[in-house]
């Protein structure tokens, strides 16, 4: 079996900041790219973050310039570093990733429990 487990959200004030963790653990082979979304109440999830195993990053405009995403690889981690933080980035924060779990390169979607941002004065 596969996990993955969120850790780091909680509640800020505008302008302040948070760093989000995934680990992976279980039988795992390899981790492709890593990806944060996220859900806001009454609206669709959204890609957020996502990163290459090499750590190529990639963002959502929305959060350029402010968030920053990074993983360990040997700790089969990625994390979100979330700075100036907005109202509007108030959401439920979810780590996703394709992981091989096999040697005969079996690939499976997987998703965390997410972790609650709430960003509020």
């Known amino acids: 079996q596969v996990q993955l487990v969120e850790s780091g959200g909680g509640l800020v004030q505008p302008g302040g900041s948070l760093r989000l963790s995934c680990t992976a653990s279980?039988?795992?082979?390899?981790?492709?790219?890593m990806n944060w979304y996220r859900q806001a109440p009454g609206k669709q999830r959204e890609l957020v973050a996502s990163?290459?195993?090499?750590?190529?990053?990639d963002y959502a405009d929305f959060v350029k310039g402010r968030f920053t995403v990074s993983r360990d690889n040997a700790k089969n981690t990625v994390y979100l570093q979330m700075n100036s933080l907005k109202p509007e980035d108030t959401a439920v924060y979810y780590c996703?990733?394709?992981?091989?779990?096999?040697?005969?390169?079996?690939?499976?979607?997987?998703w965390g429990q997410g972790t609650q941002v709430t960003v509020s004065s």
């Open positions: 996703n990733t394709e992981i091989v779990v096999n040697v005969e390169g079996a690939k499976y979607n997987f």
């Open positions: 279980g039988r795992i082979r390899g981790i492709n790219t």
């Open positions: 990163i290459t195993r090499g750590g190529f990053g």
